[in-house]
């Protein structure tokens, strides 16, 4: 199973960036996952969690973005998707998609970062 993030880049305070991550390998990655996470990582900094949609769809998110930033789940395209909108600069990061199954057969797929920097 792999997830392939995209959708990175360099965008203005104010922009927006719609990040998306496939997966494939196998069918309904994302339908058997408890959890489907976007985590981002900037530099010198520990990983956090961004946002998060669980598999009955109720969604979470970290405080920083809360009104800016949308979880979204197409399990027909095997894609998982985050909107950012009103970007700035501390939104700057290497952002990573995570899908994680917390009942057995546990199972913990990351895709590998995509980068998205905020000038300001």
């Known amino acids: 199973v792999q997830l392939q993030a995209s959708g990175g880049g360099l965008v203005q305070a104010g922009g927006s960036l719609r990040l998306s991550c496939a997966a494939s390998?196998?069918?309904?990655?994302?339908?058997?996952?408890?959890?489907i996470n976007w985590y981002r990582q900037a530099p010198g900094e520990q990983r956090e969690l961004v946002a998060r949609?669980?598999?009955?769809?109720?969604?979470n998110y970290a405080d920083s973005v809360k009104g800016r930033f949308t979880i979204s789940l197409d399990n027909g395209k095997n894609t998982v998707y985050l909107e950012m909108d009103s970007l700035k600069p501390e939104d700057t990061a290497a952002y990573y998609c995570?899908?994680?199954?917390?009942?057995?057969?546990?199972?913990?797929?990351w895709g590998q970062g995509t980068l998205v920097t905020v000038s300001s």
């Open positions: 949609i669980t598999s009955v769809g109720s969604t």
């Open positions: 995570n899908a994680k199954k917390i009942t057995f057969p546990f199972r913990d797929y």
């Open positions: 390998g196998a069918s309904g990655v994302f339908r058997s996952s408890n959890n």
